[in-house]
């Protein structure tokens, strides 16, 4: 039996996982173990030598229990100290770098186009991106038959409701409540079905209105000459177009040229048209009033030689963040 013990004290210094354990167990103190074997004998024995041999026998079954025991406890200490060095934190490495966001290039062109017009004493405002049928369309002037309205220019929500086409519906709700004079500007998403180099379905207008008692053309020209030159910070070549929208008359539209000599319609503008004055009581003999609508997309473009209008809206990192 004592040979027995130490090759089974041997053994167990090497054990090292649970199944090990298991297994010696059953080894040394299972059925069919030696121990057993001998438990077995006993019987043949006289009393005095089963009373000797059933002192050995047993003192056996402690110690290799004991031992069995103590490695348990080991074991568990061991998976312990494991688990802890899975998560362990080793403050001395340096951080992670944490990428910085930023705002949107257009997103910053909107807030610098509000405070340029912010120095002339425009309010901002904001309206609605799902819009009625009688703010986008009916009180602008817009006739019944009007090609904007048709289902493959505008995304129509019912027969009620549009995705706002453009932000010069704001001019109504503005003047509805404002019939005094007023210098508003109001930036926002516009929805129109067209998708190419210089459309996306989505872009963003800026809005803006003009309303005292002796606004001319003439100061709607100054406003928006002298916005460019702000905006783009550069000598840049502008012309004014004669042009037709329902709710301005007169109507014009401006472009810009591009570095390679092409013209950009960046705006369009005009005095409002009597017909939305009175939609909005407002009284034409003490009033008058311009607007404009600023292609926000296309003045990113300009300032920052983006030829292709859809580069904003892809969502493309490496090109976003050539604008932080
Ligand atoms: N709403 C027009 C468009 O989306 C732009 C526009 C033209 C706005 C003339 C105006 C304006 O305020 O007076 O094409």
């Not at 006993?42 to 103590?70: A, G």
């Not at 257009?106 to 819009?131: A, N, Q, R, V, W």
């Not at 311009?290 to 296309?298: M, S, T």
């Amino acid at each position: 039996m004592k040979k027995t013990f130490i090759s089974a004290i041997d053994e167990i210094k090497e054990i090292d996982d649970s199944t090990s354990l298991n297994n010696f167990k059953s080894k040394y103190l299972g059925k069919n173990s030696i121990l057993y074997f001998y438990f077995r004998k006993l019987t043949t024995l006289n009393i005095s030598e089963r009373v000797q041999c059933s002192t050995i026998l047993n003192n056996f079954k402690k110690k290799i229990n004991n031992k069995i025991n103590n490695k348990k406890i080991k074991l568990k200490d061991n998976k312990l100290i494991n688990q802890r060095n899975q998560y362990f934190v080793d403050y001395t490495l340096p951080g992670r770098k944490i990428e910085r966001g930023s705002l949107h290039p257009i997103t910053m062109i909107i807030e610098e186009i509000k405070e340029i017009f912010s120095y002339l004493g425009f309010e901002t405002y904001y309206g609605p991106e799902l819009e009625s049928v009688y703010y986008n369309f009916d009180a602008l002037n817009i006739p019944y038959n009007h090609p904007a309205r048709n289902i493959s220019d505008t995304f129509w929500f019912n027969s009620k409701y549009v995705l706002r086409t453009q932000t010069s519906g704001m001019q109504i709700r503005i003047l509805e409540k404002n019939p005094g004079p007023i210098k508003a500007i109001i930036p926002g998403k516009v929805y129109r079905r067209d998708y190419d180099q210089t459309h996306t379905p989505m872009f963003h207008q800026i809005e803006g209105l003009i309303v005292d008692t002796s606004v001319s053309f003439a100061n709607l020209k100054w406003i928006l000459e002298n916005f460019i030159v702000q905006i783009l910070k550069k000598n840049t070549k502008i012309r004014f177009r004669s042009s037709y929208f329902p709710f301005t008359c007169p109507s014009a539209e401006m472009d810009i040229q591009d570095k390679y000599g092409n013209w950009l319609e960046i705006l369009g503008c005009g005095m409002v048209h009597p017909n939305v004055l009175q939609n909005c009581n407002i009284n034409c003999n003490i009033y008058s009033a311009c607007a404009f609508g600023i292609g926000v997309e296309r003045i990113a473009m300009l300032k920052y030689s983006v030829s292709d209008i859809r580069r904003f809206f892809e969502n493309d990192i490496r090109f976003l963040k050539q604008f932080v």
